[in-house]
């Protein structure tokens, strides 16, 4: 199975900056998928991109998707305190759906 | 609506003994899996299980047990416990409809299990 790798490992911004992280795969897709991890929580689920969709918007976060370069992004805009998380991307291949190593976002005050 | 619900939330057990991690779900939905997640390892699949009946490894099964006797419950039982076994469990469902990698899951809190 495939896993898609997350850049950066970590990220600390300010409160009302934007914050950026990458996932890289190596293998062909159905789809991607970004979740966050608050501390001491379950994985919740935020985005889902097919791979025939370039890009998506919920609220203040919006993913790309690049299938010819294999990376994904995930941008949150004018970021706040509680976006303070662990960020995956899961690729979902044709059995699998594999998760990344994550990356950890803190938003500072 | 309570979703996925995990129990314990913590346990501690000694090398060499039993336990069972309970989930279960009231979404009615079909697919569930278990993951360990590790640090520096992100999560990883043990098993799943696509409907009442049916289950099937993931990436890490060795050591663990899963049944799924009804569509809400889906037990993983740990034969005897190993200090590689120290980890976060989770335990997570979608609907699926035939196509659960295409699906968002479902996850619950966890339950983080030390073996000593």
């Known amino acids: 199975s495939q896993q898609g790798e997350e850049d950066p490992q970590a990220l600390s911004i300010q409160e009302g900056e934007n914050a950026t992280m990458n996932c890289s795969y190596k293998t062909s897709i159905n789809n991607l998928q970004w979740y966050r991890q608050n501390s001491g929580r379950g994985l919740v689920h935020l985005i889902l991109i097919r791979s025939n969709e370039r890009e998506k918007h919920s609220g203040r976060l919006r993913v790309t998707l690049d299938t010819s370069k294999k990376s994904s992004s995930l941008l949150i805009t004018a970021s706040r305190a509680a976006d303070t998380a662990s960020y995956f991307c899961a690729i979902s291949g044709y059995s699998t759906l594999t998760f990344g190593k994550g990356t950890m976002l803190l938003v500072s005050p | ?116």
Not at chain 2, 33 to 47: A, C, E, K, T, V
């Open chain 2, 1 to 116: 609506n309570a979703g996925v619900t995990q129990t314990p939330k913590f346990q501690v057990l000694k090398t060499g003994q039993s336990m069972t991690l309970q989930c279960a779900q009231d979404m009615n939905h079909e697919y569930m899996s278990w993951y360990r997640q590790d640090p520096g390892m992100g999560l990883r699949l043990i098993h799943y299980s696509v409907g009442a009946g049916i289950t099937d490894q993931g990436e890490v099964p060795n050591g663990y047990n899963v049944s799924r006797s009804t569509t809400e419950d889906f037990p993983l039982r740990l034969l005897s416990a190993a200090p590689s076994q120290t980890s976060v469990y989770f335990c997570a469902s979608t609907s699926g409809t035939g196509e659960p990698y295409n699906s968002p899951l479902h996850f619950g809190n966890g339950t983080r299990l030390t073996v000593t």
